[in-house]
């Protein structure tokens, strides 16, 4: 079963509501405070991108539940300017803007896997999953 929810991003208090999304997301489907505080820190970072560069896009959660598997799917979308080197931003230190450069790759760090798909002048759709242990 995969349900999905959204919040769109467009003012900086659309991220609290991502986070709390994605945080109540989480806890319904099993998963413990440190890992909520991981998904939730995630979301953010991902909301706030697309709140700074993109100015207005899309956070989706999907609460999956299988057999085998449940897991959290946090899919970012914009129609911004585009990431012009994916793996650069993957680095630590790296930043556009002038900040810490620790936000994508922060998140590569809190969850299990990350997909970025960009296309300079179309926009980005970043995909982040945690798993259940």
Do not use: C, H
Not at 33 to 48: C, K, M, N, P, Y
């Amino acid at each position: 079963m995969t349900t999905r929810s959204s919040v769109e991003i467009i003012t900086e208090w659309d991220i609290v509501a991502a986070r709390q999304l994605g945080r109540d997301e989480a806890k319904a489907l099993g998963f413990g405070t440190v890992d909520q505080a991981r998904i939730t820190t995630a979301i953010s970072e991902l909301a706030r991108n697309i709140y700074l560069y993109a100015r207005i896009g899309v956070i989706e959660i999907e609460r999956v539940e299988t057999d085998t598997e449940k897991k959290i799917v946090v899919i970012a979308t914009d129609q911004g300017p585009g990431i012009k080197d994916v793996r650069k931003v993957m680095e630590d230190g790296y930043s556009t803007s002038g900040g810490l450069g620790a936000g994508i790759p922060g998140i590569n760090r809190l969850m299990d896997s990350i997909v970025i798909q960009s296309v300079i002048g179309e926009g980005t759709t970043i995909r982040a999953e945690k798993r259940l242990r």
